[in-house]
């Protein structure tokens, strides 16, 4: 007999994370080695810095659990990024979907009441987590509202596609890199 765990967590979906830090390497990777001699050390040290908030911000996650939803970053980060929201699921009272100016829509979860007696508040409910399906089913089933028709905010083509850019980018870098002359 398997005993279902309490809280569910959902880390930004790998495709989707392994993407920007592909995409940032790929980008900012060949800038100390371009360098004058005296810039380099101080881009090698800001390209570490960024990588490190690039891992930050990428490492934001969504955990449910019977008293409600938290959306916030690990305690090795969460000091940096201080952003975050948590809401019981007796609060959340609707879904609204809004267009973006690309054409996909994000939805915000509404609250009627806030802790501190306020009302009407609203955040975003995250659409790039890992296993997304699970997500809103279980958000569906804690709420009772219907998720039917969320999907992601970008299909997946967008995220292979930059994948495969970002690779390519990092394969000519490394290329340009072994056969430069000394």
Not at 25 to 31: F, G, K
Not at 97 to 116: A, F, H, I, L, M
């Amino acid at each position: 007999m398997s005993v279902e765990p309490t809280c569910h967590r959902y880390p930004m979906a790998p495709l989707i994370r392994f993407t920007l830090l592909g995409l940032y390497l790929a980008l900012v990777l060949p800038l100390p080695l371009l360098a004058p001699e005296p810039l380099r050390i101080p881009l090698l040290l800001a390209s570490i810095a960024g990588l490190t908030l690039v891992l930050a911000l990428t490492s934001e996650e969504v955990e449910l659990d019977a008293q409600g939803i938290r959306v916030g970053h690990p305690p090795w980060c969460s000091w940096l990024w201080r952003r975050g929201w948590q809401l019981p699921w007796s609060h959340v009272t609707a879904l609204t979907p809004v267009t973006t100016n690309q054409g996909s829509k994000v939805y915000y979860v509404r609250s009627g009441v806030t802790e501190d007696g306020r009302t009407e508040e609203s955040w975003l409910l995250p659409q790039r987590v890992a296993r997304f399906d699970d997500f809103l089913k279980r958000f569906s089933t804690a709420t009772g509202l219907s998720t039917k028709g969320i999907s992601r905010i970008s299909p997946p083509w967008t995220y292979q596609l930059l994948a495969l850019l970002s690779a390519l980018l990092l394969g000519g870098e490394l290329l340009a890199l072994i056969l430069r002359p000394s």
